[in-house]
């Protein structure tokens, strides 16, 4: 059994002082402190969670931005291509239209200059047709003297 002296009793009533002093001085700002501190973690994890969304909406952003970036470097590439494709088609259409030009061109001087020489060889045939027949009507006919007026004939439009 359990002895009741005045060492216990006092021992007890120490003991509950004691709780009584550190409840009141120690336990409460110790609560205090400790709630304090809960709140702060509390709010740190608050703001950690709310600089995680802002992070992750601006990476959403930021990756939304850099693809409407992207499409409008394609579409200016593409754009550019296709105005390159057009300009190299224009020019190799003038390039073709101006040979086809240049060999019309060619085409009509060589007939013209051919033209004009059928018309001097012509004119020539004729001169010298005309000279030969004056040649062979003036003078008496001969096989020597056919063959030396041939050669004249031959010489005179050589010479012309």
Request: aromatic fraction near 4%.
């Amino acid at each position: 059994m359990v002895n009741f002296n005045a060492t216990l009793i006092a021992q007890v009533l120490n003991f509950l002082i004691l709780v009584f002093i550190l409840a009141k001085f120690a336990y409460k700002p110790l609560m205090k402190i400790m709630d304090d501190r809960k709140n702060k973690i509390a709010g740190d994890l608050a703001a950690a969670e709310t600089a995680k969304t802002d992070a992750e909406s601006i990476k959403a952003e930021y990756a939304a931005k850099l693809a409407a970036a992207r499409q409008e470097a394609q579409a200016i590439i593409d754009n550019a291509r296709k105005t390159a494709q057009t300009a190299h088609d224009k020019i190799l259409a003038d390039t073709k239209a101006e040979q086809d030009q240049i060999v019309k061109t060619a085409k009509e001087a060589i007939a013209l200059e051919k033209k004009q020489a059928l018309s001097e060889i012509r004119a020539h045939v004729i001169n010298l047709s005309l000279v030969a027949a004056s040649k062979i009507v003036e003078q008496k006919l001969g096989s020597e003297e056919d063959k030396k007026l041939a050669g004249d004939i031959v010489d005179a439009v050589l010479k012309q």
